[in-house]
């Protein structure tokens, strides 16, 4: 089993529409989750991140339920724009050293 | 102000070549971490620093060096390159620790044949 894993999609949604997605993760020590989003061959830009008690910014809102072990996030009133592969980043600290992982990323198509 | 750039955006290798990918920031970030990604996989961190003169292992270190010689300057070296280095190599930064949100560069893509 993957320790950070993510549907790949593609969610295939009309402009308007309200998409989840979420993010499963294996380490339950892990502390710091994030969501990035990156663009066809262009460099991951922060999303947000995601609190413990859930965090709204705009359109976009992040959860995380530590007892089941994932991260969401919910995207209201979708744009074309949106359109993007969503990835979500786990991080664990070990002692003095971090475990950081990458989920593959779920990839959204929203259409006119 | 430009962030973090990487150096170069491309280059093809051959098998057994060497070669030092250079990231450089000057947002005055401790952290700073390379990465590679390979079509349908998420970022896998190779090395990372936290602060000058630092370096440990990522997740895949396996036949990459690195040095953090400047607190600016992050390298990533291929001593002998093989076909399965090839991938695009992200550098990334950030201020306050490991568990912060990254600025990354806009990427290098690598090709060995």
């Known amino acids: 089993r993957k320790e950070v894993e993510q549907d790949p999609g593609p969610f295939n949604v009309p402009e308007g529409a309200t998409v989840a997605f979420n993010c499963t993760y294996s380490n339950s020590a892990s502390q710091s989750f994030f969501w990035y989003r990156q663009d066809c061959r262009k460099e991951p830009k922060l999303l947000m991140s995601v609190y413990s008690s859930g965090n709204e910014d705009g359109r976009f809102t992040a959860q995380l339920n530590r007892a089941s072990q994932y991260i969401s996030l919910l995207i209201r009133d979708s744009k074309l724009s949106d359109s993007a592969t969503y990835l979500c980043?786990?991080?664990?600290?070990?002692?003095?050293?971090?475990?950081?992982?990458f989920g593959s990323g779920t990839r959204l198509l929203v259409r006119p | 102000n430009a962030g973090v750039t990487q150096t170069p955006k491309f280059r093809v290798l051959k098998t057994g070549q060497s070669m030092t990918l250079l990231c450089a920031q000057d947002?005055?970030?401790?952290?700073m971490y390379w990465y590679r990604q390979d079509p349908g996989m998420g970022l896998r961190l190779i090395h990372y620093s936290v602060g000058e003169g630092t370096t440990a292992k990522g997740e895949v270190p396996d036949g990459y060096n690195v040095s953090r010689l400047k607190k600016q300057n992050f390298l990533l070296g291929l001593e002998s390159a093989a076909p399965s280095q090839t991938s695009v190599y992200f550098c990334a930064s950030n201020r306050q620790g490991v568990g912060q949100p990254q600025h990354f560069g806009d990427g290098t893509r690598l090709s060995i044949l």
């Open positions: 980043v786990v991080i664990t600290t070990m002692d003095s050293s971090y475990k950081l992982i």
């Open positions: 947002m005055n970030h401790e952290y």
